[in-house]
């Protein structure tokens, strides 16, 4: 069943976090007003410190009590909303009934972002009259053919008149309003970390493979990159030691003014790998951008698919910067625009942005584009497939941006499915150079991978037995639904183990603070959707559950990925229903035999009688691509390095409808 289709009757719970067994909700905020958290001071490593958006979250929840009330009415919409006010209104004791029930019905569905109708309650608020965002401009209206240039004034005053329409709030439709809090300026918060694990030196056994023509030797040493003065001692105190594998080969790369599609395994430094040498250009030539100026031009654009992710890029780029002239700024939906606005026009070098809200600033002409020369799309794969493609279209074939002979065009991700680097293609430069380190779209081969068949009326108690085992340790589980986030959030709070979720359906604070709870282990329990399955560099996460195994093998690589990160080592454990997990036995022992892991013999059986009964195997289609996807068309062609790896099949499933609303 849809999410959107629940019962008229079904009750509705909702989690927003269940931290402890003592006291209320209450109990729970109150105790925080000294305006720092009590948790934020220890990580359980000691190493991390953070600013808290508690206290903002209550100003928020207080001053938009009103409005959340006031946007339910239209539509078929059903309620989560009435879970704020429980919370912390509710009764003191047996906080998980108190806090996370609440039912409301008849909310206004807002306008969904990608046209659907309808939403529930406080989400549906959210998705729709709360947005005012650049999330649906992007989905919604400003697709479609081409305009004449009457027809072109003529929408773009339409368009103008409901951006400020949007920006100036509506009675039935309030204004987005959460501003996050400011971040800590101090150097400790700055450069806060965790350390490196133990497997962190065995990257450098992992064949790597560099195609394309003549590309530039890599570095050893962070020395050899001979980056700035002010960078390189930022780097040092990150506690960047020595380059992984995918910076020694990227950062001479792009240095070397070169086009890049690197494809590294999850938690392997790639982040650094692209902010660093963009960072030193910008430094060395002497970046400066109009401060108090209404429109900022932006050297570097990065994207990325989720705002936590863009929001993590943010503030590694600001790290590296740290102390300099360059100045990043991020933008991104379920933010106040203003709040975003004002940051920008501080000045603006490096802008992280996801697609809509980034889209959103260029059409309001608060960000020019014609002084780009880098764009940057971490997570590319999932920034070229169906949901995004035509956002980058869009974004690329802007006024002022500079064509692929332009300007510097780099892609990162884990997977690189071949379909995709087709695409890709058409973004970069013909002489792009393909970096592959270790297998493209293989998983991360210190992340233990266990897989449990299991039935989907056992999967609840099976988690509680296994999350009851973790004790205190760090746990993502992933759900398939966003609904499911928060049926299982609930159910495990009930059973006293501290829970939070995250989902596309919460509001921004609320996301915020889910995170917030996990990272500083207030409650080390943290239910996702795929909105947290890629690039989410969350310390210390020993667990990822697959309580649904996702669509596709390559959310799983994405997913468990969250875990054995930087050489660090975790446990991956998944939930096979054979009813329909089945598509994906092939692939998995792929994955499994590729990082050299056991694979369970009734898989190994599944596998082979679904290939012997004829299936949906199709050998010639991967879902997930080996290496530079340009080789087998121009055999004999130029390209140096050979990637090996070729044998590997896999199931081409078609994509599952996604749930998901993506930024
Ligand atoms: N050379 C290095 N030395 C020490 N730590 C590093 C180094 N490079 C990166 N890290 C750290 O490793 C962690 C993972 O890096 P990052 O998030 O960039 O991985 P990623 O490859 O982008 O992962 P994903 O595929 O999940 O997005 C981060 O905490 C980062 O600061």
């Known amino acids: 069943m849809d999410d959107w289709e629940e019962t008229e009757n079904a009750e509705v719970v909702s989690v927003i976090s269940c931290a402890s067994t003592e006291g209320s909700r209450e109990h729970f905020w109150k105790d925080d007003s000294s305006g720092k958290r009590a948790d934020e001071k220890s990580n359980g490593t000691g190493t991390i410190t953070g600013t808290s958006s508690f206290n903002q979250d209550w100003e928020f929840f207080k001053n938009t009590e009103g409005q959340q009330g006031g946007i339910r009415g239209r539509g078929r919409g059903r309620g989560f909303g009435r879970e704020n006010r429980s919370d912390f209104n509710g009764d003191s004791n047996g906080f998980c009934e108190s806090e996370f029930r609440g039912v409301s019905r008849g909310g206004h569905g ?37 305009r004449g240039k009457g027809e072109n004034n003529f929408f773009q005053e339409k368009e103008n008149k409901e951006l400020k329409q949007r920006d100036e709030g509506s009675a039935d439709k309030p204004k987005v309003s959460y501003i996050p809090p400011a971040l800590a300026e101090d150097e400790n918060s700055v450069f806060a970390h965790y350390e490196t694990g133990i497997n962190f030196d065995k990257y450098d056994d992992i064949l790597v493979n560099v195609s394309g023509t003549n590309p530039p030797q890599a570095i050893m040493t962070f020395e050899e990159a001979a980056l700035c003065d002010s960078l390189s001692k930022n780097v040092s105190r990150s506690g960047y030691v020595k380059p992984t594998p995918v910076q020694k080969h990227g950062i001479p790369i792009i240095s070397a003014g070169r086009d890049l599609m690197a494809c590294a395994q999850t938690g392997s430094g790639k982040t650094a790998a692209f902010l660093l040498p963009i960072l030193h250009q910008l430094m060395i030539g002497g970046a400066s951008s109009s401060f108090f100026s209404e429109l900022q031009e932006p050297k570097a654009i990065i994207v990325a698919p989720t705002r936590e992710l863009i929001n993590q890029i943010f503030l590694e780029a600001r790290k590296f910067a740290y102390g300099t002239v360059v100045r990043p700024v991020v933008v991104y939906g379920g933010v106040s625009i203003r709040h975003q606005v004002s940051d920008l026009n501080k000045g603006c070098n490096v802008l992280c942005g996801t697609p809509g809200r980034l889209m959103d600033m260029i059409e309001r002409g608060k960000v020019g584009l ?13 920034m070229l497939d169906m949901g995004f493609e035509p956002d980058m279209r869009r974004l690329v074939a802007s006024p002022g941006m500079p064509s692929r002979e332009g300007r510097q065009t780099l892609m990162f991700s884990a997977t690189f499915p071949e379909e995709i680097q087709k695409l890709a293609a058409d973004f970069l430069k013909p002489d792009y150079l393909f970096l592959a380190v270790g297998i493209v779209g293989g998983a991360c081969s210190d992340v233990e991978q266990t897989f449990i068949e299991v039935g989907k009326f056992s999967k609840r108690e099976q988690l509680l037995d296994l999350v009851k085992t973790c004790g205190n340790e760090r746990t993502i589980v992933f759900v398939e639904k ?16 501290p829970t939070t979720s995250i989902h596309g359906d919460r509001e921004q604070w609320q996301r915020e603070q889910a995170l917030a709870d996990f990272k500083y282990g207030k409650c080390p329990v943290l239910v996702a959707t795929s909105v947290a399955a890629r690039g989410l560099d969350i310390p210390d996460v020993q667990h990822v559950v697959n309580f649904d195994l996702p669509g596709s093998i390559d959310e799983y690589v994405h997913r468990i990925g969250r875990t054995g990160r930087c050489g660090n080592v975790g446990r991956a454990v998944s939930f096979f229903d054979t009813d329909v997990d ?8 792929s994955i499994l035999s590729k990082a050299q892991q056991e694979v369970p013999p009734w898989l190994a059986q599944l596998a082979f ?7 949906n195997f199709n050998a010639n289609k991967n879902n997930f691509a080996f290496t530079d996807s340009r080789k087998g068309q121009q055999r004999g062609s130029s390209f140096q390095g050979n990637t090996v790896q070729s044998q590997v099949t896999a199931v081409l499933q078609p994509p599952p409808e996604e749930e998901e609303e993506w930024e």
């Open 110 to 146: 807002g306008r969904g972002g990608r046209g659907r109708g309808f939403r529930r309650g406080t989400e549906g608020g959210s998705r729709g009259g709360f947005r005012e965002d650049g999330e649906q401009r992007g989905r919604g209206g400003f697709r479609g053919g081409y």
């Open 370 to 382: 014609s002084k780009v020369q880098y764009f940057v799309l971490d997570e590319a794969d999932r």
């Open 482 to 497: 966003k609904r499911q986030a928060d049926f299982i959030a609930t159910f495990l709070c009930q059973e006293n183990v």
């Open 582 to 589: 089945g598509h994906l036995s092939r692939p998995l022992i």
């Open 609 to 615: 009688s679904s290939a012997s009964s004829g299936g």
